[in-house]
């Protein structure tokens, strides 16, 4: 069977980082000291937070060493700026051989977010980058009943089948609705998406799914999903890691992970 090879990130101190991302264009960040991941308290109150310099390098890495094309991200912000960036890079360098494979939204960017602020915030970050397409949706979020199971679900989603999923989103606290008056609006609670289950069998081999903390969401997914996924848990970094290792569906699709495994 031909299987995504996974490649790691090796750790790198922050000043190594801000030098890194600064050589490769990503002046932004330059300004900003290396925050950790947000209190609760902070994103009750839904305020703004800086950017985890060690999270953005590894997230960019990942993308650049596994050659992802189609980038969908839940929720949005610093990680945006970081996958768009990385997706111009790879369209720079292999945009003739993506032809060959046929992928229908080379090297784009889908951001699905429920916050309209964090939204209109990120649109700003993107704004000079113009060399790849990004698509925004500005979606509620509703309390569902997941095969007796509660979650949330998106009111609508961008049409695309990504190879990458970035999983930093929903904002917990701005749900809509509840179910049988359950919702995860509560700060002994925590976020519970369930939108990757109900569109996993059109995930082909080969997918990444990324999740930043969020550890009972991705032990949720982990429980739920169906097909054949590879998981490994970054403890120093809070970060899931889900890869599709199911047999190729098709020739098409064995090139795909063919190019995602050259070097």
Known sequence: MTKLLIRKTPMKNIKYIKSFFDKIGIKELNNFK???????????????????LSDLY????????????????????????????????????????????????PFELFIIENEKKYL????????????????????????INYKGKFATEYSKLPLCNPDFIYLDGPDQYNIKKSSNNF?????DL??????????????????????????ANARFLKNNLERKWGY???????QHFFVLN?????KLNKKQINFYNSK
Request: hydrophobic residues 35%; without cysteine.
């Open 58 to 105: 590894s997230l960019y890495n990942i993308i650049i060493t596994h050659k992802r094309t189609t980038v969908l991200e839940f929720g949005s912000g610093w990680s945006s700026l970081i996958i768009s960036y990385a997706l111009q890079n790879l369209k720079k360098k292999y945009s003739k051989e993506i032809t060959k494979i046929r992928r229908s939204n």
């Open 246 to 250: 199911d047999k190729p569906i098709g």
């Open 120 to 143: 209109n915030e990120t649109k700003k970050k993107l704004k000079k980058l113009n060399e790849i397409k990004i698509h925004y949706t500005l979606s509620k979020v509703k309390m």
């Open 190 to 215: 925590m976020p519970m998406v369930a939108d990757i289950l109900k569109m996993e069998y059109f995930l082909l081999p080969g997918t990444i799914i990324l999740i930043d903390g969020r550890g």
């Open 183 to 187: 919702s995860t609006a509560h700060p």
């Open 232 to 238: 490994k848990y970054l403890e120093i970094s809070d």
């Open 34 to 52: 290396h925050i950790s991941k947000p209190k609760i308290k902070k994103i009750i109150e839904k305020k703004t937070y800086g950017p985890n």
